[in-house]
C-alpha cells in the first residue's frame, strides 16, 4: 500500500537545471559572450514589441528546445492536464524520473519496496527524494509539494527512512510532441502541442525565474489540425 510521507524535506543540492529559461531582450543573432561560451543558456528570441503578434520561427525554435525539453521535465509537464499547474499530476510529472539525478536503489531499499509491492523485486524503481521534488517543483510550477494539490503521489511507494518517493514499473513515458500552433495574447503565450497521450494547449507566462506552464488543457482533433 503506498505510503504518504511528511510535508518538510531537507535542502538538496542542484541535480539538473530545471529552469525553463527567461526571456531577454537579446537577438539571437548577437549572443552575449556568456552565451556564446555556454550555449545550453542561450537566451529567448526578442520578442516583437505588438500585442498579441504571431511567434516567429525563431521564437518556436527557442520555446521547443527550452521549454518543452526533457533535462527541464518541461516536456513531462504535458502529460497530464490542468487548469492549474499546481494540480499537475506527480506521477506522470515524474515517470521517467528526474534526469541527471543518478539516483541509484539500493537492494536494501529495493527489499523494503518489495514489502510494500512484491512487482519491486523484479521491476525497474524509479526513485525521487522529497527534496527533489521540492527543487523541481519550485522551478516548474512556483511552489513545493506541500503546496501543490498532490495529485497522483498515491502512485508512489514513500520509505521514510530515505525520505524518497518511487515508482514500480516496466516501462517509460514518452512526452516527446510536436507544436501544431501557438498564439500570444494578454501577456502570455499559448502553445498547442501534439504528443503520444492527446492534444494540448498548454499556456506560459513569464516570471522573474522564466517561462512557466501555468495550464495545459486537452483540445479536440479539430481545434489541432
Not at 111 to 140: C, F, G, N
Request: hydrophobic content about 35%.
Amino acid at each position: 500500500y503506498p505510503h504518504r510521507g511528511p510535508q518538510q524535506g531537507r535542502q538538496h543540492e542542484p541535480a539538473a537545471d530545471f529552469r525553463l529559461g527567461r526571456q531577454t531582450a537579446v537577438s539571437p543573432a548577437e549572443p552575449t559572450e556568456s552565451e556564446a561560451s555556454h550555449p545550453e543558456r542561450e537566451a529567448a528570441p526578442e520578442a516583437e514589441a505588438v500585442p498579441d503578434a504571431p511567434l516567429s520561427d525563431a521564437e518556436l525554435q527557442w520555446f521547443r528546445n527550452k521549454v518543452l525539453n526533457e533535462r527541464s521535465l518541461g516536456d513531462m509537464m504535458l502529460t497530464s492536464t490542468y487548469t492549474d499547474a499546481r494540480d499537475v499530476d506527480l506521477s506522470r510529472l515524474f515517470y521517467n524520473g528526474i534526469p541527471g539525478a543518478g539516483n541509484t536503489v539500493t537492494e536494501e531499499e529495493r527489499a523494503a519496496l518489495a514489502e510494500l509491492d512484491a512487482s519491486a523485486e523484479h521491476l525497474h524503481i524509479i526513485k525521487v527524494t522529497r527534496a527533489q521534488m521540492d527543487e523541481a517543483l519550485q522551478a516548474l510550477v512556483g511552489c513545493t509539494l506541500a503546496e501543490t494539490t498532490q495529485r497522483g503521489l498515491d502512485q508512489f511507494l514513500y520509505l521514510a527512512d530515505y525520505d524518497a518517493y518511487y515508482l514500480v514499473h516496466s516501462d517509460a513515458l514518452d512526452a516527446r510532441c510536436e507544436l501544431s500552433g501557438v498564439r500570444r495574447a494578454d501577456g502570455t503565450v499559448t502553445l498547442l502541442c501534439t504528443g503520444s497521450l492527446q492534444t494540448t494547449a498548454a499556456t506560459l507566462v513569464e516570471t522573474d525565474d522564466g517561462w512557466r506552464i501555468v495550464s495545459n488543457l486537452e483540445v479536440s482533433e479539430e481545434t489541432a489540425r
